[in-house]
């Protein structure tokens, strides 16, 4: 009995349905310590349960020009989604200890695709805030992408257009049509 048992654990935590309570130093016997979330970056319900309404944020944080955006700290940008003018990135990295946040970084100009389009270079900067500890943590951040679309239209003189976004020492692209 015991095999199967072991199995599902060693799946259960591979899959992620363990919870913060997984422990990656190998000690099982307490819980990861927790942070609560900062409201741009809502924490990610464990399967069966729900979000509190205060760890959703309905305000997304903007876009912010910066003449040398680079990144800070470790993440890793899961997935990108585009909702109107908001970005909504799914991120992963460590910590639980300390409030972590999130800024989009943006020099300010456009280069071209190899097709001949606009694209834009941003940094997604993480800060965890001297946070040590080691629970894998799953958040989410939203940021309006308004500025980005203003120096476009300034600068394209259209009201319409398409700019890839690339992300500085990410795999991640998403595509922004307004």
Do not use: F, H, I
């Given at each position: 009995m015991r095999k199967p048992i072991w199995s599902g654990l060693v799946l259960c935590t591979l899959l992620g349905c363990a919870g913060t309570s997984t422990s990656t130093s190998g000690d099982t016997s307490r819980?990861?310590?927790?942070?609560?979330?900062?409201?741009?970056?809502?924490?990610?319900?464990?399967?069966?349960?729900?979000?509190?309404?205060?760890?959703?944020?309905?305000?997304?944080?903007?876009?912010r020009l910066t003449d040398s955006p680079s990144p800070k700290d470790d993440i890793i940008i899961q997935s990108l989604e585009l909702q109107g003018d908001t970005l909504v990135a799914k991120v992963m990295h460590s910590g639980g200890c300390k409030e972590h946040t999130y800024d989009l970084l943006w020099k300010g100009d456009f280069q071209k695709t190899a097709a001949g389009g606009s694209q834009a270079e941003l940094v997604l900067a993480h800060d965890a805030n001297g946070d040590a500890c080691e629970a894998l943590l799953n958040r989410t951040a939203s940021f309006d992408l308004g500025p980005l679309k203003q120096r476009w239209r300034e600068q394209y003189k259209s009201e319409h257009g398409t700019i890839e976004l690339r992300f500085t020492g990410a795999q991640a692209t998403a595509r922004y049509e307004f």
């Open positions: 819980p990861a310590p927790q942070a609560e979330a900062p409201a741009d970056a809502p924490v990610e319900a464990p399967p069966g349960e729900q979000q509190s309404p205060a760890a959703v944020s309905s305000t997304p944080k903007t876009l």
